[in-house]
């Protein structure tokens, strides 16, 4: 039997469940009924549709196009939003969706008049923006950035009064645009950075109260401290602008500033930065980095407690660093102050910095000891003073230390190898080259290599057998060991760095057989092996990815199969710096006021060398393109034919065969290699005829076919006849140069070592820019040539025209 209660309890519940649901239906009666899409919002998206016909199925974002389709509602359509009223559709999100086209004037994206959020971000978008963006009054956002656009913004968005967030930054954008923000004074976020408008001052920005986002580009004048009155502001780029003088923000009230974020990087900025700056007290990132500030190191700026990130780097500060008057509750955690002229010591109030995680310090003056509280850090960059020593404090760096980028290089470090590397066991990058190191490198090396993608020892006085380390290195990138005294093999154990791109052992005393087995690193594209006493035959199997490989001053020989280079792959193809991106190379070597090179990878610049040496005589490359691919096998002693499948290597740029013991002709396939630039067969027993094709290779500046048996005309093309004679000495059989006197008159041949005095030809290649598939320009370096003999007696005979001198062999 059921109780009565629980009939009672029972009605209760369906009492409260019908008052619930009568209430609910009530309130929907009572709102307003919902609209589905209306069919000239749903027509009209359609037709936008089809001006990308094939371009939005397979996107990877979550608002493609992929839903569209009549059966459906277009409220429900990814990448829409209807307004809940009237069916009207008032926002539209195609961000990251590859639409590769133009914005025609009358697409149906013009019929949805009643957007208010627009994003086309990052669609591959070309062409000019259209006018009839100005028909869009409703439109608050509007996202445009990162495409391909051109031409001018028409000045039509000056009709959306209601814009609040506007971003074109990064496109190809160009004439005046400052007049069109007149009657933007809406604006909470304007972005028009990275484009290439005309340059302009920039307006009064005071009218815009509600602005907290500002990314300006192509602005000069004076410092606009118009911007900094707006009380909202919070995020300001100014970078890469023409800004001169001195900054100055007048009156201004900072303290109640919300400034969070300051760029302004590379500008024209000078004088002392104003002590009234430490007023902004929201500020946590400022970068003023090249530019022309001057002035002590400005401690003032260290107060600020919520700054994070300050860059000072490239500018004309100096003077001692002052740490004295920070506070100790800093939340500073990147400290970069590097190409200025700071001197003195680093000093030990750095520590007070608990937060500060990176310190660049490189290319200043400074000099002593480094305070070992620094090796906590997770990145610290000394290079290019005078340091000598580290704080005592390193020999007790704990087996946790989380550094992973580690540069001593250019410095005045000597002694052994410091044994306290050897814990820090999360080293990425470590760069010890330039110094005075000395003994040898100890086995406990191999405990950092785990994880160790850059090692470059290059140019130090280590001694001794390069250690077998490498066996957990398999995510090694760089190795540079080049210019020590290292004796032995190379260690098996480098078999294991199967992500090598770079391997330079230049310059030390390596006796060992070629290492063939190298050719089983298969991401190898640059391999160095010069001035060593690797021997016997060079064998080709493998190294199919290689672009640089120089052999040269060894003791290499043997002969070159007909299919010698038939595998070089990575030498065939002609890359262009256009389609670089997959091409996991990331090489440029650049030259600077300190003549060194800077090896680019991975989107990180770093202090490298390759110098790459023409004739005997070292030189530096000013740049070198990351298409360079270049082969130097000179001063070997390879004998027979030189292989007709060299010219399958149509990337080749740089060839360098001389002083060797090569035979028979030079092979007609050179004439393939069309964008050869430098080429020498010097010294060599070569004979029959130069290739008259060779003649018209249009990017050949630098040869040398001297001291061989070869005969008949030299090429008549421009690059030929535009060499100094010297290229084509003693081969008496040759003729055809315009040159009197490179036909009438024959140097002997000297002796196989040849001196400074006798012959001296630096090589530099510069940066060639290519447009899509045409040549846009070219700028090549130049050949320098001395022989004093020569120059001699050409000067003689034009002073003495009636003496006639025979030269003798």
Not at 338 to 360: C, M, R, T, V, Y
Not at 388 to 417: C, W, Y
Not at 701 to 720: D, V, Y
Request: hydrophobic share 40%.
């Amino acid at each position: 039997m059921i109780p009565s209660q629980y009939y009672s309890f029972s009605g209760i519940v369906v009492t409260l469940y019908f008052f619930f649901l009568a209430s609910c239906v009530l309130q929907i009666l009572a709102s307003p009924t919902p609209h589905y899409c209306r069919n000239d919002q749903r027509d009209a998206l359609l037709e936008f549709k089809q001006e990308f016909p094939g371009r939005n199925m397979n996107s990877s974002s979550y608002n493609d196009m992929s839903s569209w389709n009549k059966k459906s509602d277009c409220c429900y359509w990814g990448a829409v939003v209807c307004d809940a009223k009237s069916g009207q559709v008032i926002s539209l999100d195609l961000s990251k969706v590859a639409l590769n086209n133009s914005l025609k004037p009358n697409s149906g994206l013009f019929k949805l008049l009643y957007l208010q959020r627009l994003y086309l971000l990052n669609c591959n978008l070309y062409g000019e923006i259209p006018s009839s963006f100005g028909n869009l009054s409703h439109l608050m956002e509007l996202d445009l950035s990162i495409n391909n656009l051109d031409g001018q913004v028409p000045s039509s968005i000056a009709n959306l009064t209601q814009l609040r967030y506007l971003r074109l930054l990064e496109n190809n954008l160009s004439g005046k645009f400052s007049v069109s923000l007149a009657n933007l004074t809406n604006l909470v976020q304007l972005e028009i950075g990275n484009n290439y408008f005309e340059p302009e001052l920039l307006p009064d920005m005071s009218r815009f109260h509600n602005l907290a986002i500002f990314w300006g580009g192509n602005f000069f004048g004076p410092f606009p401290t118009s911007l900094f009155t707006i009380p909202s502001l919070q995020w300001v780029d100014l970078g890469e602008n023409n800004f001169t003088g001195p900054i100055s923000f007048g009156n201004m009230s900072l303290s109640s500033s919300r400034l969070m974020f300051l760029s302004l990087e590379d500008n024209k900025l000078d004088g002392p930065i104003p002590k009234s700056m430490s007023k902004f007290l929201n500020l946590e990132q400022l970068d003023l980095r090249n530019n022309s500030f001057s002035g002590p190191f400005p401690t003032f700026l260290l107060t600020i407690p919520s700054l994070t990130i300050v860059n000072l780097a490239q500018n004309h500060f100096k003077g001692p660093i002052d740490f004295e008057k920070t506070s100790s509750s800093s939340s500073l955690g990147v400290l970069n102050i590097a190409d200025n002229k700071f001197d003195g010591q680093i000093p030990e109030s750095i520590s007070k910095f608990h937060k500060l995680g990176e310190l660049d310090v490189s290319n200043n003056k400074l000099e002593g000891n480094v305070p070992g509280c620094l090796l906590s850090l997770a990145s610290l960059k000394l290079s290019h003073n005078s340091f000598t020593s580290v704080g005592k404090s390193s020999s007790q760096v704990s087996e946790q230390a989380e550094m992973r980028e580690l540069r001593l290089d250019s410095n005045s470090f000597r002694g052994p190898f410091p044994y306290w590397i050897c814990e820090m066991r999360s080293l990425e990058f470590l760069d010890m080259s330039n110094n005075s190191f000395s003994g040898s490198i100890p086995p406990c090396f191999r405990d950092i290599t785990k994880f160790l993608e850059v090692l470059n020892l290059r140019n130090n006085n280590f001694s001794g057998n390069l250690p077998d380390v490498f066996v957990s290195a398999t995510k090694l990138i760089l190795l540079d060991v080049s210019r020590n005294r290292l004796v032995g093999k190379l260690p098996k154990s480098l078999i294991n760095c199967i992500a090598m791109e770079f391997l330079n052992v230049e310059g030390n005393k390596f006796k060992d057989k070629f290492p063939s087995w190298l050719s089983s690193l298969l991401s190898l594209k640059v391999l160095i092996l010069r001035s060593n006493q690797f021997y016997h035959p060079h064998v080709s199997v493998g190294f199919q990815r290689l672009k640089v490989i120089d052999v040269s001053h060894n003791d290499l020989t043997g002969t070159f199969p007909d299919f010698y280079f038939s595998d070089w792959f990575g030498m065939c193809q002609t890359t262009t710096l256009l389609n670089l991106e997959n091409d996991v190379i990331y090489m440029e070597y650049l030259i600077d006021m300190n003549n060194y090179e800077a090896f680019v990878m991975n989107s990180r610049t770093y202090s490298s060398s390759m110098e790459m040496v023409y004739k005997g005589v070292d030189t530096k490359f000013e740049k070198i393109r990351k298409d360079f691919r270049a082969i130097d096998f000179s001063r070997n002693r390879f004998y027979g034919n030189i292989p007709e499948s060299i010219g399958l290597l149509k990337g080749l740029r740089f060839l360098n065969l001389s002083s060797n013991a090569f035979t028979s002709n030079i092979p007609h396939s050179l004439a393939n290699l069309t964008n050869l630039e430098a080429l020498d067969v010097s010294h060599n027993q070569l004979s029959g005829q130069i290739p008259q094709d060779l003649g018209e290779l249009s990017f050949l500046s630098t040869m040398n076919f001297a001291h061989n048996n070869l005969e008949g005309p030299i090429p008549r093309g421009t690059q030929f006849q535009r060499q100094n004679c010297s290229s084509f000495m003693d081969n008496p059989k040759l003729y055809g140069l315009d040159d009197d006197i490179c036909r009438k008159t024959h140097v002997p041949n000297p002796a196989p070592q040849k001196s400074e005095e006798e012959q001296m030809i630096s090589w530099i290649a510069l940066a060639i820019a290519y447009g899509p598939g045409v040549f846009c320009g070219l700028v090549i370096g130049h050949i320098f040539i001395s022989h004093k003999h020569e120059w001699f007696m050409e000067r003689f005979r034009r002073n003495n025209p009636r003496v006639v001198i025979r030269s003798a062999r």
